[in-house]
Structure formats: structure tokens, C-alpha cells
């Protein structure tokens, strides 16, 4: 259980009591509603991480609500929006294992984020970690009632594949973007679970690009 969890519901625990006491229990039932509700909204459940070479993982629980080319500082990206309810554990995971090479704050508006526009307009945290021969960007985008981005790394942390990296509070989006050559494995629709779920394979030696090669449509050997 992630530690906010305490902060949140202990004080509305000690409320239930002090109204329990000064009135009844019934006027207490409230309190003690939500104060379990925000134990349950902050669970951190253990994950199986794949092991399989050029796995990216899932950086949040959720449903895949779009999928759609980008582009990101002039390379072709594929791009996996993951809507997060808040029914879903909020605990964001690192999609690849590598070393945190950016991290990049950008405010903005609180757009609904299941709209596309969120993707560009709404708050968010813009993460890119390189390794395993590839570089992924993922965001943590704060949505309609998701005003608070936690992220605990720094630039130049080492990460895990799958390992806890921050959490997004009270619903809210994630977007990963995947390089042109990467395999997507998963399709709009389909529910995903944080640090367990693959997104899409990698190529673990992306090929380098030499001059006068042909070039697909988005640019890509």
C-alpha cells in the first residue's frame, strides 16, 4: 500500500470516532466509508514482471483507449493511450529498463482525460528512459479530477523494467510512446495491468539508418 494511503485515511478514521462519540455511529458511517475507500484507491499489488528480451510493460493498470502515430523531437513514435479510472491501481511502473535521460514538468489544463486533446493540452510529466537499445517516452497526464503527478526518480536513476516509478492520485491518463520499429501487442479495448502487461516488443539492435536507404511513410529503414 502506498504510504499517502495512511495520510488520507487515518485522519478521516479519527474524525469517524470523534463524531461517533459526540453524536452517533450512524453520523460516523460517511467518514469510515471513505476513509477505506482511499486504503483500497492506494493499494500497491506485487507484479510479475516478463522477462522476455524486448518487452515493454504496461506503465499503469487501466484500458488501452487509443492507439495512433507520433511524433516526438523528429522521430516516429507509436502512441498507446492507457486511461486509468479510479477504480484502477494508480502506482505508475517504468515501461523498460534503463537510465532516466529526461524528465520534463509541462502545466496545462485538466481536460477529461479521455479526450485526445489531453494527450497535448492537460498537465503533465514527460519521462524518457533510454535502454535495451531503444528509447521510450511515457507521460503521466493528469485528467478532470487528477490534479497531483508523484515521481520519484531523477535524471540519470537507473531503472528496472516494471519497477515503481510514481503514481498519478484520482484518475487520470498515461501515454507511452513506442519506437517506429516496435511490435504493439495490444489493441483499443483491451484492460492492462502495470509492470505485467506487455505493450509491444522492441528491437533489442535498432537498425541505424544510412544515407540514400529507402524510407517507409513515417520514415522508418
Request: hydrophobic share 45%; charged share 20%.
Amino acid at each position: 500500500m502506498v504510504r499517502d494511503a495512511y495520510r488520507y485515511a487515518l485522519p478521516l478514521g479519527a474524525a469517524a470516532i470523534l463524531i461517533g462519540w459526540l453524536a452517533s455511529p450512524g453520523w460516523a458511517l460517511p467518514a469510515v466509508v471513505v476513509a477505506l475507500f482511499l486504503l483500497w484507491f492506494f493499494r500497491d499489488p506485487e507484479r510479475v514482471i516478463p522477462d522476455a528480451p524486448g518487452a515493454l510493460v504496461s506503465p499503469a493498470d487501466g484500458k488501452v483507449t487509443h492507439l495512433s502515430q507520433t511524433v516526438e523531437d523528429g522521430s516516429p513514435y507509436h502512441r498507446i493511450s492507457i486511461f486509468l479510472s479510479v477504480f484502477d491501481v494508480h502506482v505508475n511502473r517504468s515501461p523498460i529498463g534503463g537510465v532516466i535521460r529526461e524528465v520534463r514538468y509541462k502545466k496545462g489544463k485538466f481536460l477529461n482525460a479521455m479526450s485526445v486533446a489531453s494527450a497535448e493540452e492537460n498537465e503533465q510529466n514527460i519521462v524518457t528512459v533510454e535502454g535495451e537499445g531503444q528509447t521510450v517516452v511515457f507521460k503521466q497526464i493528469a485528467g478532470l479530477i487528477a490534479r497531483r503527478i508523484v515521481f520519484i526518480k531523477q535524471v540519470n536513476d537507473r531503472v528496472e523494467r516494471g519497477e515503481r516509478i510514481g503514481m498519478i492520485k484520482f484518475g487520470s491518463r498515461v501515454d507511452v510512446l513506442v519506437p517506429g520499429s516496435g511490435t504493439i501487442q495490444v489493441k483499443v479495448g483491451d484492460r492492462v495491468k502495470g509492470g505485467s502487461s506487455v505493450l509491444a516488443y522492441l528491437d533489442s539492435e535498432p537498425q541505424l539508418v544510412l544515407p540514400g536507404a529507402a524510407r517507409n511513410s513515417q520514415g522508418v529503414v
